[in-house]
């Protein structure tokens, strides 16, 4: 499985942007998928993932009720939609995804990676 993920950018605080992330190959619906980020001197963060078919959603606290995240599985893509975004939401976004179908998205290790998408909030 290969990742693009893209959508990012400059927004001012308050603002939104809608990331996208194209997966190749067949039978992405049974991956679990999530988003990441990582901004610069900190540690990496699940912000959100989806689990197989069309299974729940988690997301971090920090995120809960302002970012949602959805899958489009004819169109092997997966969202993440942003709204009321903050400066420490600054960071570099990545999707991932593995091969598992229990619905514990938050607990898996990852083992398809995208290039990251880089989201800068200004304040």
């Known amino acids: 499985v290969q990742l693009q993920a893209s959508g990012g950018g400059l927004v001012q605080a308050g603002g939104s942007l809608s990331l996208s992330c194209v997966a190749s190959?067949?039978?992405?619906?049974?991956?679990?998928v999530a988003w990441f980020r990582q901004a610069p001197g900190k540690e990496r963060e699940r912000v959100s993932c989806?689990?197989?078919?069309?299974?729940?959603?988690y997301y971090a606290d920090s995120v809960k009720g302002r970012f949602t995240a959805s899958r489009d599985s004819a169109k092997n893509t997966i969202y993440l939609q942003m709204n009321n975004l903050k400066p420490e939401d600054t960071a570099n976004y990545y999707c991932?995804?593995?091969?598992?179908?229990?619905?514990?998205?938050?607990?898996?290790?990852?083992?398809?990676w995208g290039r990251g998408t880089q989201v800068t909030v200004s304040s």
């Open positions: 190959g067949s039978s992405f619906s049974r991956y679990a």
């Open positions: 989806i689990n197989s078919g069309y299974g729940s959603t």
């Open positions: 991932a995804a593995v091969n598992r179908y229990e619905h514990i998205c938050q607990t898996f290790e990852y083992d398809y």
